[in-house]
């Protein structure tokens, strides 16, 4: 009892030392996705509730459903007054009515491979395809059901994209890159690589957010830069996927951890960030084995049971593995030397 008693401590001042800057703005979410702002109305893509969900970041209401009995929905955009939504596990795209309060899903394309994120240039709707490693694209004027034409393919699971002028960037998932498209002449150029999962991206001035799944860490790279360069902006989360500005705020959807959360940039000091956010632990969940990005040294550590129960202890160095292929699944804890503490899940 002793031990759990510490480790409480432990894991309570380092939530609070870690989150410092964040608030929760949703919790209970069913593998929250995609996230979209109208007014003062976010919109969320529930994965795995099938749903899309929808609260006032201005009131303290409880967030509601907006349509449910969808198939995997991911990623959302919003045309005038319709939502098309990508239903990843139904391998089609599409759209409701946000006026109506009883809205019927009207199928927009359908025989897709893993639709995920989505952009407009003129008429045309410009998305990925995940496990069919393509862009394609519609003409949303166009009679419905509607076919799909290929826009560019042998791009790796394409995960998050964005458009800004003509060029389209795309995060490319299994090969940890983002890389642009110049839509009036399709030729794919990589920004940077080197990523753990990148997923959803977002434009805020040069910089071009990115969310890397794996680490739980949100960094940027200035697109005006002729070798961009990561920067480290913020981590901690429990599964960084879609990402959003709303203001001087960053939205985050933590897709494992179940909740949306938000932080204001100005508020984040680089020092601060470095001191408290830049040491991660990935992947989460994992089967077979653990890293630790972010450390500058060799630190001594400790894992404990969700009980309190330390289970394994040694040295780890940046990106060295932690083997836990034989830990029972469920839930534990890594803390560092230097008083970390990390939360992860064996399944």
Same mark, same amino acid.
């Given at each position: 009892?002793?031990?759990?008693?510490?480790?409480?401590?432990?894991?309570?001042?380092? +939530?609070?030392?870690?989150?410092?800057?964040?608030?929760?703005?949703?919790?209970?979410?069913?593998?929250?996705?995609?996230?979209?702002?109208?007014?003062?109305?976010?919109?969320?893509?529930?994965?795995?509730?099938?749903?899309?969900?929808?609260?006032?970041?201005?009131?303290?209401?409880?967030?509601?459903?907006?349509?449910?009995?969808?198939?995997?929905?991911?990623?959302?955009?919003?045309? /005038?007054?319709?939502?098309?939504?990508?239903?990843?596990?139904?391998?089609?795209?599409?759209?409701?009515?946000?006026?109506?309060?009883? *809205?019927?899903?009207?199928? +927009?394309?359908?025989?897709?491979?893993?639709?995920?994120?989505?952009?407009?240039?003129?008429?045309?709707?410009?998305?990925?395809?995940?496990?069919?490693?393509?862009?394609?694209?519609?003409?949303?004027?166009?009679?419905?059901?509607?076919? &799909?034409?290929? %826009?560019?393919?042998?791009?790796?699971?394409?995960?998050?994209?964005?458009?800004?002028?003509?060029?389209?960037?795309? &995060?490319?998932?299994?090969?940890?890159?983002?890389?642009?498209?110049?839509?009036?002449?399709?030729?794919?150029?990589?920004?940077?690589?080197?990523?753990?999962?990148?997923?959803?991206?977002?434009?805020?001035?040069?910089?071009?957010?990115?969310?890397?799944?794996?680490?739980?860490?949100?960094?940027?790279?200035?697109?005006?830069?002729?070798?961009?360069? #990561?920067?480290?902006?913020?981590?901690?989360?429990?599964?960084?996927?879609?990402?959003?500005?709303?203001?001087?705020?960053?939205? +985050?959807?933590?897709?494992? /951890?179940?909740?949306?959360?938000?932080?204001?940039?100005?508020?984040?000091?680089?020092?601060?960030?470095?001191?408290?956010?830049?040491?991660?632990? %990935? *992947?989460?969940?994992?089967?077979?084995?653990? #890293?630790?990005?972010?450390?500058?040294?060799?630190?001594?550590?400790?894992?404990?049971?969700?009980?309190?129960?330390?289970?394994?202890?040694?040295?780890?160095?940046?990106?060295?593995?932690?083997?836990?292929?034989?830990?029972?699944? /469920?839930?534990?804890?890594?803390?560092?030397?230097?008083?970390?503490?990390?939360?992860?899940?064996?399944?």
């Amino acid at each position: 009892m002793k031990q759990l008693y510490i480790l409480t401590i432990i894991l309570i001042f380092s +939530v609070l030392d870690l989150n410092a800057q964040s608030t929760t703005v949703v919790t209970g979410l069913d593998y929250p996705s995609g996230i979209l702002f109208n007014n003062n109305d976010m919109y969320i893509a529930e994965r795995g509730g099938n749903k899309i969900s929808k609260i006032d970041i201005t009131a303290s209401g409880s967030i509601s459903d907006v349509v449910i009995g969808l198939d995997g929905s991911s990623k959302m955009i919003l045309i /005038g007054n319709e939502l098309y939504i990508a239903e990843y596990d139904g391998n089609k795209i599409s759209k409701i009515d946000i006026t109506d309060p009883n *809205p019927n899903i009207t199928d +927009v394309v359908t025989g897709l491979e893993g639709p995920g994120d989505m952009v407009l240039k003129g008429n045309d709707l410009y998305f990925s395809q995940f496990l069919g490693n393509k862009i394609s694209k519609i003409d949303i004027t166009a009679s419905i059901p509607t076919t &799909a034409t290929d %826009f560019i393919t042998g791009i790796n699971e394409p995960s998050g994209i964005l458009l800004n002028g003509n060029d389209l960037y795309v &995060a490319q998932w299994s090969v940890g890159k983002i890389s642009k498209i110049d839509i009036t002449a399709p030729v794919i150029i990589d920004v940077i690589d080197e990523l753990y999962n990148p997923e959803g991206i977002v434009l805020n001035g040069n910089d071009l957010y990115f969310a890397e799944n794996a680490t739980g860490k949100i960094s940027k790279i200035d697109i005006t830069a002729s070798s961009p360069s #990561k920067t480290f902006v913020v981590g901690g989360f429990d599964g960084s996927y879609g990402i959003l500005f709303n203001g001087d705020d960053l939205y +985050v959807a933590e897709y494992y /951890g179940g909740d949306v959360s938000k932080f204001n940039m100005p508020a984040l000091s680089t020092e601060e960030n470095l001191m408290t956010k830049a040491i991660t632990l %990935f *992947p989460n969940p994992s089967h077979n084995f653990i #890293k630790i990005s972010g450390l500058t040294q060799t630190m001594n550590y400790s894992i404990y049971n969700v009980i309190g129960l330390e289970v394994n202890k040694g040295k780890i160095s940046q990106d060295e593995k932690i083997n836990i292929q034989n830990f029972s699944d /469920g839930i534990y804890y890594l803390k560092l030397e230097n008083g970390n503490t990390i939360k992860f899940i064996k399944k």
